[in-house]
Every structure is written in C-alpha cells, then in structure tokens.
C-alpha cells in the first residue's frame, strides 16, 4: 500500500471504515469512566442529573474523539507513524483520509463537544467553559504544538489530570454545582486506569517512538520500569478504594471492584510477558478494566445509597 497521504488505492476501505479507524472506538471506555464514576458520587449524595450528566458524556466521548484525530494527524506531520508503526492503523499515514480531512474532522468535532459545553455552561456556569477550554487545548497539545506533551514525557501527567480530576469532578460539579471530597477521592482511581492505558501504547513503541526521537515516560524508563510503572497504577486503583472504605472515607461497597481483580492480574501478566503488536489487545484489554471497574465503583456508590 502507498504511504502517500494523498494516495487511495483499490485496496483501501470505504470513507466510512477509515474514520471508524481514526475514531478509535476502542478508547472510548476511557471517556466514559469518569463520567460513570462522577454520576455515581453525585447519585450517592443525591445531586444526580440526567440531562447535565448525558451532556457530560457525550462532550467526553467527543473531546476524546477529537483528540484521536489530533494524534493521528500531529503524529504524522511529526513524522512519528512510519510503516513500521506496530499500533492499530493510523488513517493519515496510511493514506485512507488526507491530513487535511482529518484536521476538518478534528475540529468539527471539538466544535459538537463546544455545543455540548454551551448547554453544561448554560447549566452550571462559567467553570465549564474553563474545564472545556483546558481540556480542548490539552487534546491539541498532546501531540501537536512547539512542545508536544507526549513527545516530551508528560504524557502520562496530562491523562491523568484530564481523565482523572478534570473529567471527574466536571461531570460532578455540573450536576451539583459544587465539588466534594468524595468526588476527589473517587477521581483518582479512574485516572490511574486510564494513565495505564497510554503506558500500554508507550511500552509498545518505545522502538518506533526512539528512532522517531519521540522521549515518552516508557522511552527514559526502559522496558522494566515501565511495566513496573503499570503494575503501580493498576494496584493503587484497587488498594485506594479499600484502603479509604476501611477509613471511612469512602463507603465499603466501592469495593466491588474487586470483582474486576482477575481481569486485572491477566493484563498485568500480559503487559510483563508480551512486546510489538500483541500489546495492542492489552491496549483494549485495558480500556475494558478501566470501564468495567468504573462500573462497580459506581454500582458501590448507587448500592449505598439505595440499602444503607
């Protein structure tokens, strides 16, 4: 297949596959979780709302849509996806949307997830208008920009803030209008999973990301430490919850997410055993915990509520 970008050869797939594959829908758990997590402590405390909190989901699920596309592009005018590239495909180095398509997408996409912040801003005010703001230029800087944060070993950082606190507490505080010590304990487990997600993708191209002088967090850790570095993050999200349920500060049903603890132990055992391309299926695998384990913590803070 051609690497030209302005190229579509025979063999390419329709317009509509190529931007199933520049959306990424595989990562979309990772902009669900938080909203999960942030509607569960506002059901426990009885602020939840339905419409604040569905126009939560649908500007989380478009921001991280908007970001894919921004990667994906800012990737290849950076030179960073080459053919040797062992993610899933990457539409503009393959050639399926041009550069210029996918930058039209991108920005027709921040501007659905702005529509959304109109009606959240109409509801809740001005701090969502900086919460989206943040997290629009965040997307964008990720991968583009003088200073790219990804290419720049922040990487890490940036996701845990954005899918942690930010996108916790957001979906909290427009259902509220107010944020909580619960909503700040519970955002950090959340953050951790998701973080864990983009050290899966970083441990998979530290060979890529070096000859492309891309210095991520995994590229200066080294393999070891970076599979350690996952290890970490993924327990904290487990021993957090238990750890604060046994102090009182959190109510002891968040424990449910023990229940995800198998799935948890074959991701790690994958991430310590595998390298290349069969990472991607950690990748999804992942993202599948993050969800999942999102779900029962929610589902311990809708039980409290309910029974106790």
Known sequence: MSHNPMSHPPSSPPKTSAWLLAIRPRT????????????????????????????????????????????????????????????????????????????????????????????????????????????ILAAIAYTGGPFPLGYNGLGEVFVFIFFGPVAVLGTYYVQALSISPLAIWSSIPVGLLITAILVVNNLRDIPTDQTAGKRTLAVRLGVRATRLEYLILVSIAYLLPALLSLSGTLPWLVNLVWLSLPLAVSMVNKVNSLTGRPLNSVLAGTGQLTLVHSLLYAAGLALTRLFF
Do not use: C
Not at 45 to 71: K, M, V
Not at 86 to 94: D, F, I, K, M, W
């Open 28 to 135: 979309l758990p990772a902009a669900t979780a938080p909203v999960v997590v942030g509607s569960g402590v506002a059901f426990l405390q009885n602020q939840f709302e339905l419409l604040p909190a569905l126009a939560a989901l649908i500007g989380a699920l478009l921001l991280q849509i908007g970001a894919n596309l921004a990667n994906d592009v800012f990737d290849y005018h950076k030179g960073a996806d080459t053919a040797q590239r062992l993610g899933p495909t990457r539409v503009t180095q393959a050639g399926l949307l041009t550069p210029q398509q996918v930058l039209i997408g991108m920005w027709v996409t921040f501007g659905l997830a702005s529509l959304a912040g109109v009606y959240l801003a109409w509801a809740a005010g001005w701090p969502v208008i900086a919460m989206g703001i943040a997290s």
